[in-house]
T-cell receptor, first 113, second 112 residues
Framework: GQNIDQPTEMTATEGAIVQINCTYQ??????LFWYQQHAGEAPTFLSY????GLEEKGRFSSFLSRSKGYSYLLLKELQMKDSASYLC??????????????FGAGTQVVVTP | DGGITQSPKYLFRKEGQNVTLSCEQN?????MYWYRQDPGQGLRLIYY???????QKGDIAEGYSVSREKKESFPLTVTSAQKNPTAFYLC???????????FGPGTRLTVL
């Protein structure tokens, strides 16, 4: 099976940086996704890591260490609109389960003025 | 525009009634998925389908049923056997071999 852990909530000030950690234990691993979800809306794709290292996309960066079962999402220059839940999801690479995600419970980020 | 549609956005039903949630995609994606989300929890997989006329149970399939008669459509029926059906339901799809999933806007089901 797969266990995915991430903090429940984080609070940060507008303009600051926040790092959301995600640890996972899995019997098979293909890649790790980060999604953003505003309340009552669908998740939207932020990043995808397959190999170890840092992927940067504008204000958002995601890091993966497969040997440690660890990832983080870094949000820089926080804006009020970044207040949302951030979901970590792991996928397996097996033929019968490609695309099948296991989601963490999500981290609610609250950005204050 | 290509995308995934779910309707309705809000749905109310009486306890004991079956209800069907629709999910349609025009992205030509092979696989489709149904998730359930409860407050403060992550998404949990109900059913998924990788090809037409075939589908697999996810982690919480009890009390739900699906069909996949067309590539574009993957309706979910919430039956009276589902003990706690009130939740936010999300449909997703992706292309074969491509892990990234695209999500529909969701249906919030409330059973009274």
């Amino acid at each position: 099976g797969q266990n995915i852990d991430q903090p429940t909530e984080m609070t940060a000030t507008e303009g600051a940086i926040v790092q959301i950690n995600c640890t996972y234990q899995t019997s098979g691993f293909n890649g790790l996704f980060w999604y953003q979800q505003h309340a009552g809306e669908a998740p939207t794709f932020l990043s995808y890591n397959v190999l170890d290292g840092l992927e940067e996309k504008g204000r958002f960066s995601s890091f993966l260490s497969r040997s440690k079962g660890y990832s983080y999402l870094l949000l820089k220059e926080l804006q009020m609109k970044d207040s949302a839940s951030y979901l970590c999801a792991v996928t397996k690479g097996a033929t019968d389960s490609w695309g099948k995600f296991q989601f963490g419970a999500g981290t609610q980020v609250v950005v204050t003025p | 525009d290509g995308g995934i549609t779910q309707s309705p956005k809000y749905l109310f039903r009486k306890e004991g009634q079956n209800v069907t949630l629709s999910c349609e995609q025009n992205l030509n994606h092979d696989a489709m998925y149904w998730y359930r989300q409860d407050p403060g929890q992550g998404l949990r997989l109900i059913y998924y389908s990788q090809i037409v006329n075939d589908f697999q149970k996810g982690d919480i399939a009890e009390g739900y049923s699906v069909s996949r008669e067309k590539k574009e459509s993957f309706p979910l029926t919430v039956t009276s056997a589902q003990k706690n059906p009130t939740a936010f339901y999300l449909c997703a799809s992706n292309r074969a071999g491509n892990n990234e999933q695209f999500f529909g806007p969701g249906t919030r089901l409330t059973v009274l």
